[in-house]
Every structure is written in structure tokens, then in C-alpha cells.
T-cell receptor, first 112, second 111 residues
Framework: DGGITQSPKYLFRKEGQNVTLSCEQNLNHDAMYWYRQDPGQGLRLIYYSQIVNDFQKGDIAEGYSVSREKKESFPLTVTSAQKNPTAFYLC???????????FGPGTRLLVL | EDKVVQSPLSLVVHEGDTVTLNCSYEVTNFRSLLWYKQEKKAPTFLFML????IEKKSGRLSSILDKKELFSILNITATQTGDSAIYLCAVGTSGTYKYIFGTGTRLKVLA
């Protein structure tokens, strides 16, 4: 089965804690993305990566970090510097022709 | 600054009605416009539009792009309760893999 997987489905973060959200794709797509979705605000781009070992900040990168060591994987770390992390996080990928973008099932992050 | 604006923000209709959702954009170097349906989890892809005036259709859904006036519409005919969702519009630009999303239109179809 080809697709994008995200884990965990739900994640709880304590104050001052860093947490990492996993995103893996087996579609052989070049580009991968992380979006944050808050109620009534659509999708906002956190980071994206066009190739391995390279990534660019999106519109709301502060308090987040990423790595792209393998083509299949693009983990997102929510650091303690992100003061309002409660949101729905979506990972996506697109092929080299950029004809479309496919989404994973999402991770809902909650703060304890 | 690149932006994508969707209207209306929300819409309530009855089964059988026809709805038209709007997406206007102001971006540098337009490449493509994508429509998605989101029902409580990940968005699912509906259409990709790159050329003006060409209508894309899938069953009761259709979409058209006007590159001169910088907007797209998504039409849903004979709506059903299963059409209730958030509909997202995204625009891709040349020279980058970035997509800019609108805030979405929340559609509720009543039985």
C-alpha cells in the first residue's frame, strides 16, 4: 500500500518538553511538507523540503525544527519555544512534477 | 504577499441544492490550483487546474479556473449529506514546491 503515514495519532506534551511527530512516505515523492491547522485558519506551512538534506522555512517556522536525512522521512520537532502548540499537524508530499500534494492522516497535539 | 481567499467561509444548504464555492488568488508566477475536501481528518484531493476555461468534472463535482480574473469555482450539484466537509483551495507557484492555502469553506448539507 502506497501512502503517507503519520504517528502518533494523538500526542500530549508537557510544558517545556520537546516532542517529535513522525512522517513517512513510500510514494517516492521528492518534496515533503508540514502544515499546522487551527480552527478557522486553514492550513499554514511550517517547513517544506524539496530534496534530501535540504529544507526551507514556511510561514510559521518559529518554535519548530525538521530534518530530511532520508527521502522517505520528514520528522517535525515541536520545541518548548513553541508557546501555543495545540493544533492538528498534517504532513504532505508531492512528486517532482508538483501536479498535486497528498496528505497523511494527521497528528493532533495537545498540551497538558 | 501571496494570498488565497475563499468564500463563503461557511454555508448551510439542504439536500438536493446546488452550491458554488469560490477561490480567488493573488500570487506571483501562478502554476496550478488545487481543490481538496476535508472531513475531520486529512484533506483528500479533488481537482487540479492549470489552464483557463477548462472544466474538470467528477460526478456531481466540477471546477473551472479563470486565470484572467484570478479565481476558481467549485460546483456541487444535487448535494448530499456526505458532501458536508471543509473545502480547501490551494495555489502552487512556479519555481517552488510551496502551496498557499485558503482558509476553507465549511459546507453543511442538511437532510
Amino acid at each position: 500500500d502506497g501512502g503517507i503515514t503519520q504517528s502518533p495519532k494523538y500526542l500530549f506534551r508537557k510544558e517545556g518538553q520537546n516532542v517529535t511527530l513522525s512522517c513517512e512516505q513510500n510514494l517516492n515523492h521528492d518534496a515533503m511538507y508540514w502544515y499546522r491547522q487551527d480552527p478557522g485558519q486553514g492550513l499554514r506551512l511550517i517547513y517544506y523540503s524539496q530534496i534530501v538534506n535540504d529544507f526551507q522555512k514556511g510561514d510559521i517556522a518559529e518554535g519548530y525544527s525538521v530534518s530530511r536525512e532520508k527521502k522517505e522521512s520528514f520528522p517535525l520537532t515541536v520545541t518548548s519555544a513553541q508557546k501555543n502548540p495545540t493544533a492538528f499537524y498534517l504532513c504532505a508530499s508531492s512528486p517532482r512534477d508538483r501536479q498535486t500534494q497528498y496528505f497523511g492522516p494527521g497528528t493532533r497535539l495537545l498540551v497538558l | 504577499e501571496d494570498k488565497v481567499v475563499q468564500s463563503p467561509l461557511s454555508l448551510v444548504v439542504h439536500e438536493g441544492d446546488t452550491v458554488t464555492l469560490n477561490c480567488s488568488y493573488e500570487v506571483t508566477n501562478f502554476r496550478s490550483l488545487l481543490w481538496y475536501k476535508q472531513e475531520k481528518k486529512a484533506p483528500t484531493f479533488l481537482f487540479m487546474l492549470t489552464s483557463s476555461g477548462i472544466e474538470k468534472k467528477s460526478g456531481r463535482l466540477s471546477s473551472i479556473l479563470d486565470k484572467k480574473e484570478l479565481f476558481s469555482i467549485l460546483n456541487i450539484t444535487a448535494t448530499q449529506t456526505g458532501d458536508s466537509a471543509i473545502y480547501l483551495c490551494a495555489v502552487g507557484t512556479s519555481g517552488t514546491y510551496k502551496y498557499i492555502f485558503g482558509t476553507g469553506t465549511r459546507l453543511k448539507v442538511l437532510a
